[in-house]
């Protein structure tokens, strides 16, 4: 990635008061092994250097019991976010809940710059009037650019100010390599992020609003009587995954950010960059295993076979 300057991210601090923090839910996952596909060597558990099968250009694998870092690779690389930024937009909305500056069940009308932003969408028409736990839904499940782009303009009037509520939250977690530049992740060029800084979003989603796991566990979205569909092998797999946010574009390549627990032990993985939407689980399910200390093993299943069936909506 490039090595320019960063833009300086918006001054400021949030718009509304924090909240006392909430323990998160144990979540849970087992997942096969595959095939290596690539052996990155990068620091691992308890600091000693360890070898891993993961191809994507950037990981981190977190503990989020101690918030130690139990394996890294490139996690402070210049990174584009894609749909990752999500995270944040629904972060700020759920902080909005809590605070009582909008209700689950408001009607929430939509505007014409929602109708203009691009796909992927779930076909917001200017004047249409939807529930405010609606465009929620469709933010974390169906990763529709159009309710994000609504949420923003209902708690912050324009999506320029909201973008800067969303940067001022960023500094307060302390995301020192993050510009945000939307509140939906399509590519910006001032839109960076890191691995690291995305593990650490992800975990204070998660610790702060542990609601969101509803969501963000959740496979499907139906909506005007179409279903959009999340068909992840990750899901799928003993345990499941009851916390998870993919993203994609040109440009940033394949992410995922996906909590896990067992046994009392509770991890957090983020991926950036891999080539293909199925190498993109595979890193993470790998990542999981190895923060688990489970033996990566075989299985006999391929990169090839988990992209035919890893199919979702657009990112």
Not at 169 to 179: D, N, S
Request: charged fraction near 25%; include cysteine.
């Amino acid at each position: 990635m490039s090595g320019s300057p960063r833009p300086v991210r918006h001054p400021g601090r949030g718009r509304w008061p924090r909240r006392g923090l909430a323990a998160a839910a144990a979540l849970g996952l087992a997942l096969a092994a595959a095939p290596p596909v690539m052996a990155s060597t990068e620091a691992g558990l308890n600091g000693v250097v360890a070898s891993l099968p993961v191809s994507a250009e950037a990981v981190v694998l977190l503990d989020l019991e101690t918030g130690k870092v139990l394996f890294e690779k490139n996690a402070e690389g210049d990174r584009a976010p894609a749909s990752l930024v999500k995270m944040m937009t629904l972060y700020i909305a759920y902080d909005a809940l809590r605070a009582g500056h909008v209700t689950r069940g408001e009607p929430v009308t939509i505007g014409p710059n929602v109708m203009r932003t691009p796909r992927f969408r779930i076909g917001l028409v200017t004047g249409q009037v939807v529930p405010f736990e609606t465009l929620l839904a469709a933010v974390a499940i169906a990763s529709a650019n159009d309710a994000a782009t609504a949420v923003a303009e209902r708690l912050a009037e324009s999506e320029e100010k909201f973008v800067e509520h969303m940067n001022a939250e960023a500094e307060r977690m302390g995301l020192t390599h993050t510009v945000f530049a939307n509140p939906h992740g399509l590519p910006d060029a001032r839109q960076r992020t890191t691995a690291r800084d995305m593990a650490t979003l992800a975990e204070n989603l998660l610790r702060d609003f542990p609601e969101s796991r509803v969501l963000l566990g959740d496979t499907d979205f139906a909506w005007r009587g179409r279903v959009f569909r999340r068909r992840i092998p990750l899901f799928r797999d003993p345990g499941g995954v009851t916390a998870l946010k993919t993203g994609f574009t040109l440009e940033a390549g394949y992410n995922v950010a996906v909590a896990a627990g067992r046994a009392g032990q509770r991890l957090l993985c983020v991926v950036l960059g891999a080539e293909t939407r199925g190498l993109s689980f595979l890193d993470a399910g790998r990542l999981l295993k190895f923060g688990f200390g489970e033996p990566l093993g075989t299985s006999g299943r391929t990169g090839r076979r988990w992209r035919a069936h890893s199919r979702e909506v657009p990112q």
